[in-house]
């Protein structure tokens, strides 16, 4: 499996990196615009990643506006909605308006911090994905 992690805080982003590179290769961002490109890339070279985790709030670009770019280049490029990358919104935001907007704008599920391991783990599960 081949997953993003687009995280500005670097002990979030450590922790995320250790869960889920058992279970796949890892790449990290730093922000929305960086994981952007980073999807870009990987569509590109014919390797599209299986599972962003997007963190809400990070610089230059944050992680709605990035969950918006990724679906709308995904319809762009004709991906069906079925084989969409799945996207994990990842906060510490507590506001339920984050989490309505998030699944309007295509996200699969969304993840409070701290982290909940074994919840991450059965999500992605539920997502379908190889774990």
Known sequence: MKILIAEDDLASRKYLDKILSQYGECD????GMEAVEAFLMAWDVGDPYDLICLDIMMPKVDGMRALQAIRDLEKQKG???ADQTKIIMITALHDTEYVRNSFQKGCEAYAAKPVNTE???EVMRQLGLQV
Do not use: F, G, H, Q
């Open 79 to 81: 991906v069906a909605e």
């Open 28 to 31: 990290l961002t730093v922000n």
């Open 119 to 121: 919840k991450l783990i």
